[in-house]
């Protein structure tokens, strides 16, 4: 028995066949327990019980690697190209009011270009699977004017700097001048001072 061997975190098929092929020709020698030969291709007991269980009712052909039986991708990788092209464009040169992808919008433009029908809710997962990656968009207030935030530097900053140096205006701040303990309260209640 091999003590401390490296065993890989993810196998292919034709490796978990080999493993269980291996188990397999371990049980039928008959020298070794499960528990045994469930260390030694590094699975639980309940695997090797199992492969035990096969191998007597079908032998070695019902642990051989079977086809992968998940639904079939319904866009080829030409039609996830293809979509990476049109999100790319634009949420509004795509048919909507505004430049925001939601996966809702996102199915929309499949069904329409491709003819293929995803729910919004599953659409994230093959969305990742093919590169895409959510996007936050930033936040904002809705009533923000983009061209007088853009002026307004330019605009009101010099004069901000200009009355602050030399004037005596009144502080923007909102906070009272401090008083003499230097607190920059008010004593409470009528008369206290």
Request: charge should be positive; proline fraction near 7%; aromatic fraction near 6%.
């Amino acid at each position: 028995m091999e003590g401390n061997v490296w065993r890989p975190t993810h196998l292919t098929p034709e490796q978990m066949e080999e493993r269980r092929l291996v188990a397999a020709t371990l049980l039928r020698q008959g020298h070794l327990s499960q528990a045994d030969v469930a260390r030694h291709v590094g699975v639980s007991r309940a695997s090797v019980c199992h492969w035990a269980t096969t191998l007597a009712q079908e032998g070695r052909h019902g642990l051989a690697a079977r086809p992968n039986l998940g639904p079939p991708s319904r866009l080829d990788e030409k039609a996830w190209a293809r979509l990476g092209r049109l999100l790319d464009r634009g949420a509004v040169a795509a048919g909507f009011a505004t430049e925001r992808w939601t996966l809702a919008r996102i199915a929309a433009v499949i069904e329409r270009e491709f003819g293929v029908h995803y729910h919004p809710r599953y659409l994230e997962r093959p969305l990742k699977a093919h590169g895409f990656s959510v996007q936050r968009p930033a936040t904002r207030a809705k009533e923000s004017d983009e061209l007088m935030i853009a002026v307004w530097p330019k605009r009101d900053w010099v004069a901000l700097k200009k009355r602050r140096a030399g004037s005596s205006a009144p502080s923007s701040s909102g906070t009272r001048p401090a008083t003499a303990s230097g607190s920059g309260r008010a004593r409470p209640g009528p008369g206290a001072g």
